[in-house]
């Protein structure tokens, strides 16, 4: 699919929420969209499939605290594969984990850090700490 694809909906394959403009004027994909071979995947759904190509990728008679370390694991590196630029405790809220955990991704996938935040983002933080 060409990144110049334009559309007035975009629906995705996996759950079927769909995307476009009120006015149905044609829009390119979403950002955080995916469109493959296999069709066109929300975000969500391209989380839910990358956690599904670890599972399936383990034993099948793997213990459940396993599996939820691999699917874990597979979500963490998904998201830092997906925006290595974001900070890892932006990263571990998506995923709902710790920002060592990402820092452990990022390392198991050789990805450097993340750059330094800006002032403007680090000025931002503090005022939203504050309140």
Do not use: N
Not at 30 to 41: M, V
Not at 88 to 102: E, K, L, M, N, Y
């Amino acid at each position: 699919m060409s990144e110049t694809s334009l559309a007035t909906k975009w629906a995705c394959d996996g759950c079927g929420v769909t995307a476009g403009r009120i006015d149905r004027e044609p829009v390119p994909l979403p950002d955080a969209w995916e469109g493959s071979a296999e069709g066109c995947f929300c975000l969500v759904c391209r989380r839910q499939r990358a956690a599904d190509a670890a599972l399936e990728a383990a034993p099948s008679d793997s213990p459940v605290d396993a599996r939820a370390k691999l699917r874990r694991a597979a979500l963490i590196e998904f998201e830092v594969s997906r925006t290595p630029d974001e900070t890892d405790g932006t990263i571990a809220r998506a995923c709902r984990t710790s920002a060592a955990a990402v820092t452990r991704a990022r390392r198991r996938l050789q990805l450097p850090d993340p750059p330094p935040p800006s002032p403007e983002a680090r000025a931002k933080r503090r005022a939203v700490a504050s309140r």
